[in-house]
C-alpha cells in the first residue's frame, strides 16, 4: 500500500466527493501452476457521515448511500494487495459455505431483498451450483428497484450462467440490457465476445472483445463500483488473437499475441496462439519453439503436449 498517496488524497478532497476508488491487486493461483494478477477498483475509502454506511450482510456495499446523500466518487493512485482470494480450493469452499449461511439467514429475515439475493447467487456459482444461482439472480431482478445499481449486476452474473448452460442467445439478451442500462461498462462486452465466439459471430465477438479492451483501459467509476468484471490483461489479448486468427487476419493476431506477452510472458494462451499463426504461415520450426516453451512452463497441460506432437509431424505442402 502507498500511505502517503492517501493522506495526498484526502488533503485535497473536493466537497463534490463522497467516496474514493482505491486499486486493489488480488492473487490466484492456476490449477496449471500459473498465477494470474488481477487490478480492480474498489470503493474503500469514503466520508465519515452517519448517513453513508455499509449495507448488506456480507460483501457490504456503502455506495448506495452515498449517492443518497448527493455524493460522487473519485479515482485515486492509492493501491494496495488483497490476499483474500489466494486460498487453497477447500478454504475458498469453506469460506463460500459460510457466506451462503450467512445471506441466507439474511434472506429468511428479508427474502425480497434483491442485494442479498444477488450475492446469493454469486456465491452459488462459485459453488458450482447454477441451477440455484439462477433462481436467486433471476428473483433479484423481480424484486430489485428500477434505479438500483444491483440491476445491471444481476443481469451480468445471470448471463454468466446462461452462458455456462449453453443458453447463448439468452446470455446475449441479458448482456445487451446490461448495457442499456450502464454503457460504459467491460463485464457485459466479455459476456458478449464468450457467447458470440461459441456462435461462431467473429466479427461481433471481436468487436465485443476490443470494447471490453476499452474499459479495462479506461474503466468507468460506476461500472468500477457496481462490480466490473476484470481479467489480466495477457488474457484479454489472447482473445482478440484468437478471435483475429479466426478471422484469418494473420498479421494482426501475431501483434496482439506479442502485446499480450508483454504483460505475461508466460502466458500460455498467446504461446500457443503464435505458434498457430506460425504453423499456419508454414514457420513448423519456430511452432515448435513456442510450443516447447509453453509446455516447459506447464508440463501437466495435456493440450500443449498434444499440440507439440502434432506441428512435429505436421508435413509442409
Known amino acids: 500500500m502507498n500511505p502517503d498517496q492517501v493522506l495526498r488524497t484526502l488533503n485535497n478532497v473536493q466537497t463534490s466527493t463522497g467516496g474514493f476508488l482505491i486499486s486493489v491487486q488480488s492473487f490466484f493461483e492456476r ?41 460522487e466518487v473519485a479515482y485515486t493512485t492509492i493501491h494496495f494487495l488483497h490476499t483474500g482470494y489466494n486460498l487453497s480450493p477447500t478454504s475458498m469452499v469453506s469460506k463460500q459455505e ?31 451450483k447454477n441451477d440455484e444461482a439462477e433462481k436467486d439472480l433471476t428473483l433479484s431482478l423481480k424484486y430489485v428497484k428500477n434505479d438500483s445499481i444491483v440491476t445491471p449486476q444481476s443481469l451480468n452474473y445471470l448471463g454468466i450462467v446462461q452462458f455456462q448452460r449453453k443458453a447463448y442467445i439468452e446470455a446475449i439478451e441479458n448482456a445487451e440490457k446490461s448495457l442499456s442500462i450502464l454503457p460504459k461498462q467491460g463485464f457485459a ?94 514457420k513448423k520450426q519456430l511452432a515448435i519453439q513456442f510450443l516447447e516453451y509453453a509446455l516447459k512452463l506447464y508440463p501437466l497441460r495435456e493440450d500443449i503436449q498434444v499440440f507439440l506432437q502434432t506441428a512435429k509431424s505436421y508435413t509442409m505442402l
Open 31 to 71: 490449477a496449471d501452476g500459473g498465477k494470474d494478477v488481477f487490478t480492480t477498483n474498489l470503493l474503500r475509502l469514503f466520508r465519515n457521515r452517519e448517513n453513508i454506511q455499509f449495507e448488506g450482510i456480507i460483501h457490504e456495499q456503502v455506495l448506495e448511500s452515498i449517492f443518497r446523500s448527493g455524493y
Open 98 to 128: 459460510r457466506n451462503l449461511q450467512l445471506l441466507s439467514k439474511a434472506l429468511e429475515r428479508k427474502p425480497n431483498d434483491a442485494y442479498n439475493l444477488m450475492q446469493r447467487g454469486k456465491t452459488y456459482m462459485a459453488l458450482g
Open 189 to 282: 462486452q466479455f459476456i458478449l465476445g464468450e457467447c458470440y465466439t461459441e456462435l461462431q459471430n467473429y466479427q461481433k465477438a471481436l468487436q465485443a472483445y476490443l470494447e471490453f479492451e476499452k474499459c479495462s483501459n479506461s474503466p468507468d467509476p460506476l461500472a468500477s463500483v457496481a462490480g466490473e468484471y476484470t481479467i489480466p490483461k495477457e488474457q484479454i489479448y489472447f482473445r482478440i488473437g484468437r478471435t483475429c486468427t479466426m478471422l484469418r487476419d494473420y498479421k494482426k493476431a501475431e501483434e496482439i499475441f506479442k502485446l499480450g506477452l508483454t504483460f505475461n510472458k508466460k502466458e500460455a494462451g498467446c504461446l500457443v496462439g503464435l505458434a498457430d499463426i506460425a504453423l499456419k504461415l508454414g
